[in-house]
């Protein structure tokens, strides 16, 4: 079993910046792919970026490249995702997944954290 909570959303004007944390409990963390995911009131959940479990290996969506960078921290059991450069676009509720493989798709994550809400607003 693996939980994971998101923290570090919240209220911010374009082209701020916000980091995201995914902190993780269970003895398998560095086993996991850990992937970030967003939705947007009215739309489908979609993949952000995603770290494999050494954290040598990236994925980013082309939406997001160039302006967000996911991070991991074995020791700390956390995996982070550092946003610069926000848009209203952005505007979400983000959550981190873990899963087996680096593809950007909901199918095949065994786990879900809660999510945490980001707005990008003026």
């Known amino acids: 079993q693996l939980q994971l909570v998101e923290s570090g959303g919240g209220l911010v004007q374009p082209g701020g910046s916000l980091r995201l944390s995914c902190a993780a409990s269970?003895?398998?963390?560095?086993?996991?792919?850990i992937a970030w995911f967003r939705q947007a009131p009215g739309q489908e959940r979609e993949g952000v970026s995603c770290?494999?479990?050494?954290?040598?290996?990236?994925n980013y969506a082309d939406s997001v490249r160039g302006r967000f960078t996911i991070s991991r921290d074995n020791g700390k059991n956390t995996v982070y995702l550092q946003m610069n450069s926000l848009k209203p676009e952005d505007t979400a509720v983000y959550y981190c997944?873990?899963?087996?493989?680096?593809?950007?798709?909901?199918?095949?994550?065994?786990?879900w954290g809660k999510g945490t809400l980001v707005t990008v607003s003026s």
């Open positions: 997944a873990a899963r087996r493989d680096r593809r950007l798709t909901t199918i095949g994550v065994d786990y």
């Open positions: 269970g003895l398998t963390f560095d086993y996991y792919v």
């Open positions: 770290i494999s479990n050494s954290g040598a290996l990236t």
